[in-house]
């Protein structure tokens, strides 16, 4: 029972902290729709950093789309949009930062993770709910905001990291 | 304040320039020029610059071909509609004349909106 003690208590605080900045975040909306900062990744982010081993990771993933998912309205198609797009940007991420430890930071990191993740919604959204939708006409503004708001969460991520001693 | 390093720079710049490469080649669809007259669809190269006269097909017409545009410049007809229709150069578009029964139409595979509502 005893041999990741560590990873676990990590998960716990940083998936409750994400869940919570889920919440603030629904609060304020911004002016353009369908666009949202995305704070509550920031404990996503972090945990690329603090957790060492995918499957910890992607629990923390799996933990904060499913939770998140239950409190929100549209529960399935939370679930069936939020719950892959967020696995896939967590191995994306993952990966990267294995890769590349020593000439990134989280600025890239978040960047990478928010791009992937917006890309999926729009490919499960293709496959599963809009059928027609003119894909690849919308995508590059999102990809453009999503670029910008994984700037803004990266940098945060990256002052937390670096302030921890 | 250790923050930005290379990789940071060089991923950004790459997702960014993927998607602006993405914007600029979202509209080249497949497309295909037809010129409609009396329900036959005859195929019409937009490459190819120059007035063709529809005279071959018993109309007073003339459509001119000009960088990958197409327009109806002549016609007999009354209201002169199908010269105001104006160009014709991107998916779904149409230039009509209703006396002649002559239309020039583009349509490709993908079509420019999502849907119309009529």
């Known amino acids: ?165 | 304040m250790k923050s930005i390093k290379p990789f940071d720079i060089i991923v950004i710049l790459f997702i960014f320039g993927i998607t602006i490469y993405l914007m600029k080649t979202e509209n080249e669809a497949i497309k295909k020029a037809y010129i409609i007259i009396d329900e036959k669809k005859y195929p019409l190269n937009l490459d190819q610059n120059g007035i063709i006269d529809l005279k071959i097909y018993g109309k007073n017409m003339k459509v001119e071909v000009k960088d990958k545009k197409a327009h109806i410049i002549e016609s007999d007809c009354r209201d002169k509609i199908c010269i105001h229709m104006g160009y014709v150069k991107d998916c779904g578009d149409t230039a009509i004349c209703l006396p002649n029964k002559t239309a020039i139409v583009i349509e490709c595979e993908k079509n420019r909106y999502d849907g119309i509502s009529r």
């Open chain 1, 1 to 165: 029972m005893m041999a990741y003690p560590d990873n676990t208590k990590i998960i716990s605080i940083l998936a409750s902290i994400s869940i919570v900045l889920g919440f603030l975040e629904n609060l304020f909306p911004l002016p353009i729709p369908f666009i949202r900062l995305g704070i509550s990744n920031i404990p996503i982010v972090i945990g690329v950093y603090l957790i060492k081993e995918l499957r910890f990771l992607l629990l923390l993933g799996g933990i904060k789309s499913l939770i998140t998912a239950i409190f929100s309205t549209g529960f399935i198609f939370r679930l069936i949009i939020a719950f892959p797009s967020i696995l896939v940007a967590i191995l994306f991420m993952f990966y990267y930062h294995k890769a590349t430890k020593n000439y990134s930071s989280a600025i890239s990191t978040s960047v990478i993770g928010s791009v992937v993740n917006i890309t999926m919604q729009f490919i499960i959204i293709k496959l599963v709910i809009i059928k027609h939708l003119a894909f690849l006409k919308i995508l590059p503004y999102f990809i453009l905001a999503a670029i910008l708001t994984g700037a803004i969460v990266g940098l945060i991520s990256n002052n937390i990291l670096n302030k921890r001693g």
